[in-house]
């Protein structure tokens, strides 16, 4: 397998790794709501995408790319309350299940004006996507759809350079634009929502630092993913950076959290099979980039 290959498969699994982390910090402290955390979740990531902006030499801000973020913004007002709702493991596993279906098919047929992204086996990358979805089921669609949905601006900013010529080639530049889209649409929303409130919204001083590490960590995990889009195209990473955190969300819930016993061998069995179908999905979607079956 070649470089490019490694370096993706690594940053796909770095990015795993931090978004089934997202949430963590999160977890044991009161959100009420959800729309006060869900505003400084915005501002850790901000604060972090602005140090790495300057460490790049401040590349221009894309008005367009700011789109994506608004997405995630509304989709994620909705998360922690899902999360709230059906524990981290379900809701997370459930919520990526939209996102992994909507991001792979917006890159691998070309749609919203996007150019088709044909693995090299097409029989391979249709197998790794109905594994990767086989141990899960379809809720949380609102989330799930803006989730899937917020990186096809920058993907279509960088397909079409008659339109963008002043687009930037590699990802990571997109990511300061992406996330003051995040920012503008997360304090749209935390004032709606005090609106609705009359002036007194939901707030949990002791909540603030984790939720911004919160944020802070979901920005390096959007680093590593684009770094993954970039090294292995976006029908490839996306579906491994939307279910393969959910194994790391699993081993958090089941032996920090506790949220899922294990006690019984049924428990374990079922968890393992789980277990096993994600990895094998993720291998298959990963070696459908070079290998040819038929």
């Not at 509304?74 to 981290?88: C, V």
């Not at 803006?146 to 990186?151: D, I, L």
């Not at 984790?210 to 684009?226: D, K, Q, S």
Request: glycine fraction near 8%; aromatic fraction near 14%; hydrophobic fraction near 55%.
């Amino acid at each position: 397998m070649s470089k490019e290959l490694w370096v993706g498969l690594a940053a796909a699994t770095a990015a795993s790794a931090l978004f089934g982390t997202v949430f963590v910090p999160v977890k044991k402290v009161a959100v009420g709501d959800g729309f006060s955390a869900q505003l400084f979740i915005c501002i850790g990531a901000f604060l972090a995408s602005t140090f790495v902006h300057g460490l790049l030499d401040f590349p221009p801000v894309q008005g367009f790319a700011m789109i994506g973020g608004a997405l995630w913004s509304i989709a994620n007002a909705f998360a922690l309350q899902i999360m709230k709702r059906l524990g981290m493991a379900l809701a997370i596993l459930v919520w990526n299940t939209v996102s992994c279906i909507t991001g792979w098919a917006t890159s691998r047929y070309g749609l919203f004006g996007l150019p088709a992204a044909v693995p090299a086996s097409l029989t391979l990358n249709y197998l790794g996507i109905i594994v990767l979805i086989a141990g899960s089921f379809l809720c949380a669609l609102f989330s799930g759809l803006f989730y899937g949905s917020m990186w096809i601006p920058i993907t279509y900013m960088r397909s079409h350079p008659d339109k963008y010529p002043d687009a930037p080639a590699d990802s990571i530049s997109y990511l300061f634009s992406f996330f003051c889209g995040v920012l503008c649409t997360s304090i749209c929303t935390f004032i709606i929502y005090s609106v609705i409130k009359r002036n007194k919204p939901w707030i949990n001083p002791s909540g603030v630092v984790p939720t911004m590490l919160g944020g802070a960590i979901f920005f390096f995990a959007m680093a590593a993913f684009v770094v993954a889009i970039d090294n292995l195209d976006q029908a490839i990473a996306y579906p491994i950076c939307a279910m393969a955190p959910g194994l790391v969300v699993s081993i958090w819930s089941v032996f920090y959290f506790r949220e899922i016993t294990v006690r019984g061998r049924r428990n374990l069995t079922w968890l393992g099979i789980a277990y096993g179908l994600t990895l094998i999905g993720v291998i298959l979607v990963t070696v459908s980039k070079e290998v040819f079956l038929f």
